[in-house]
Each structure stands twice: as C-alpha cells, then as structure tokens.
Nanobody, 115 residues
Framework: QVRLVESGGGLVQPEGSLRLSCAAS????????MGWYRQAPGKERELVAA???????VYAESVKGRFAISRDNAQNTVYLQMNSLKPEDTAVYYC?????????WGKGTLVTVSS
C-alpha cells in the first residue's frame, strides 16, 4: 500500500523559512508527478508547486520566487523549501503523487505563519 508522509510543518514568523518533506513508501515504481497542495481554512485545496509527468515544474503565482520544489527520484521523496513566508501561506500542506492516473495523498502537515 502506497503511503505519503509529510513532515516539516510548524509555526514560523513572517519572513521566516520552512522546509517540508514528503516520503513515499510501499511503492516499487517512480511516480509520474509529485507535488504539494495546500488548503487554508474556509478555502479550497490549491496547487502550490509540482513536478509534472513531463519533468517540468509548476508553481502557484502567489509563491513564485519564494518557494522551491525539489525531488529525490531514487527515494521517491519531494521537498518544498518555503522562504519569505507570509501569514496568507498558513494552511495544511498536502503531498500528492500520481502514477498513470492513480492519485495518492498524504495526510497533510500544518504550516502556521504568525508573529
């Protein structure tokens, strides 16, 4: 059974940094795409950053220049380096992976940006 486990969330002050990690287990294959979504209270889940199946990266406009996604293919792990965090980045961040139409989600890690 495939599991995605996020880590690295927490409380950080505005303009601070956090690094999220997502480790996959239970799979013997390399995911086509991996990335991060987030859901703030009262809002829909939205894409933050992801590697597409074509190998390119996509970012939400609101995080461009501040967040960076990276991936360790050998470990089926994806990271999200978040810099210059803003209060509006507060959300539960979810790891997502897909394999030929099969979608997998982690349980999420909470990021709170507050002074």
């Amino acid at each position: 059974q495939v599991r995605l486990v996020e880590s690295g969330g927490g409380l950080v002050q505005p303009e601070g940094s956090l690094r999220l990690s997502c480790a996959a287990s239970g799979s013997s294959f390399r995911f086509n795409g991996m990335g991060w979504y987030r859901q703030a209270p009262g809002k829909e889940r939205e894409l933050v950053a992801a590697f597409t199946s074509g190998g390119t990266t996509v970012y939400a406009e609101s995080v461009k220049g501040r967040f960076a996604i990276s991936r360790d293919n050998a470990q089926n792990t994806v990271y999200l380096q978040m810099n210059s965090l803003k209060p509006e980045d507060t959300a539960v961040y979810y790891c997502h992976a897909n394999y030929y139409g099969l979608n997998y989600w982690g349980k999420g890690t909470l990021v709170t940006v507050s002074s």
